[in-house]
């Protein structure tokens, strides 16, 4: 299957973003879905793992769903700020556990 | 908190073998938690996973590269290795390694990346 996400997305300081990724086959549900935040020249962190869990010093403003009607895992992130200016994937994997990620989306925040 | 680096040549020439090494510090190798993976990064593009060991030695690959790629496994100097064979142009990216949970197939922890350049 593949995930696909949009190339790139632009907000405003202080509003909310929505970062989707959508499941091409095999429902959303079935394994669990991370994502990753790279700032340019670093490798990527984790922001959300397991569908929408936050790991400890991710500020609260991130934030993550699933939803099976549209076969789509969400990144959402609040209060937007200048720092949270990067490329984000989302990551899932397949039946024989063989990883799977999505394209990547650059969040601008102008 | 563990620590990961990777090493090895930053240009290979093509038809060549491509040979990387990651060094995993602050942790043990032998938590069977744990899947040692590797992921790749082109220029300006996105991720793409190409494998992983763990256990004893147990691999899983990309189909896409399956027939290229050996990863292996030396837990007594906490390494893990890589070798692509018969590389071209397009096998010129950023290499990643990284530590995942068995259970849940999240990366917790990577390495800053090694650029590899194939090249004449």
């Known amino acids: 299957f593949m995930l696909t996400q949009p190339h790139s997305v632009s907000e405003s300081p202080g509003k909310t973003v929505t970062i989707s990724c959508t499941r091409s086959s095999g429902s959303i549900a079935n394994n669990f879905v991370h994502w990753y935040q790279q700032r340019p020249g670093s490798a990527p962190t984790t922001v959300m793992f397991e569908d929408a869990q936050r790991p400890s010093g991710v500020p609260d403003r991130f934030s993550g769903s699933i939803d099976s009607s549209s076969n789509s895992a969400s990144l959402i992130i609040s209060g937007l700020k200048t720092e949270d200016e990067a490329d984000y994937y989302c990551?899932?994997?397949?039946?024989?556990?063989?990883?799977?990620f999505g394209g990547g989306t650059k969040l601008t925040v102008l | 908190q563990v620590h990961l680096q990777e090493s090895g040549p930053g240009l290979v020439k093509p038809s060549q073998t491509l040979s990387l090494t990651c060094n995993v510090s602050g942790g043990s190798m032998n938590s069977g938690s744990f899947y040692w993976t590797w992921i790749r990064q082109p220029a300006g593009k996105g991720l793409e996973w190409i494998g992983r060991?763990?256990?004893?030695?147990?691999?899983n690959y990309n189909t896409s590269l399956k027939s290229r790629v050996t990863i292996s496994l030396d837990t007594s100097r906490n390494q893990f290795s890589l070798r692509l064979t018969s590389v071209t142009a397009a096998d010129t990216a950023l290499y990643y390694c990284a530590r995942s949970h068995s259970g849940n197939l999240h990366a917790d922890s990577w390495g800053r990346g090694t650029l590899v350049t194939v090249s004449a």
């Open positions: 990551q899932s994997y397949d039946d024989d556990n063989h990883w799977v």
């Open positions: 060991i763990y256990g004893h030695g147990n691999t």
